[in-house]
C-alpha cells in the first residue's frame, strides 16, 4: 500500500532505482525503514519528492529525510541507430542522484483504511472491516 502511495504521487522527474526496508530504533520502539534511492531532473524535484512523502499517511514525517543528493552525469544512454550519420555526440543533461530515508508510520492500519482502500489494498481492508463488524456486534 506503501509503494502504491509513492507510486500516485511521485513528482513527474523523479525515479526510484531501489527501495531497501530495514529496522530501526526510533524513540526506544523498532520500527520498519525505507530507503528510496534514485535520479530525478534536477534537485527541486528531489525536494518535492521529500515534501510528497512527508504527507504520505503511511510514512513519518517526523523521520522522512533526504539522506544525499548530487549532481552526476546521466547513466542512460542513447543509442543511435546504423545508418545515422557518423561523428554525431548525444549529450544527456546531469541529473541528481538521491536517497531518501523515510520510517513507516506506527498508525494502525485501521486508521488507515480510506488510505489502503484508495490503494486496493482490499485484502487487508476486508479483514479490518470484518474486525471492527464483529466488534461492534460484541462477537470479538
Not at 40 to 62: E, G, H, I
Not at 107 to 119: H, W
Request: no cysteine; hydrophobic share 35%; charged share 25%.
Amino acid at each position: 500500500a506503501m509503494m502504491a502511495n509513492v507510486r500516485e504521487t511521485i513528482p513527474g522527474g523523479v525515479q526510484v532505482k531501489t527501495v531497501q526496508q530495514s529496522s530501526e530504533e526510533v524513540d526506544g520502539q523498532t520500527r520498519q525503514k525505507v530507503e528510496l534511492q534514485g535520479i530525478a531532473l534536477s534537485f527541486d524535484d528531489v525536494n518535492d519528492f521529500v515534501l510528497v512523502l512527508r504527507r504520505s499517511p503511511f510514512l513519518d514525517p517526523d523521520n522522512t529525510a533526504l539522506i544525499s543528493s548530487s549532481r552526476i552525469d546521466n547513466p542512460e544512454t542513447i543509442s543511435l541507430s546504423e545508418d545515422a550519420p557518423q561523428g554525431i555526440e548525444v549529450r544527456q543533461p546531469k541529473v541528481v542522484q538521491y536517497t531518501i530515508s523515510a520510517v513507516l508510520s506506527d498508525r494502525p492500519a485501521s486508521e488507515l483504511l480510506a488510505e489502503l482502500e484508495s490503494t486496493l489494498a482490499v485484502g487487508l481492508t476486508s479483514r479490518i472491516q470484518t474486525i471492527q463488524n464483529l466488534q461492534e456486534q460484541g462477537d470479538l
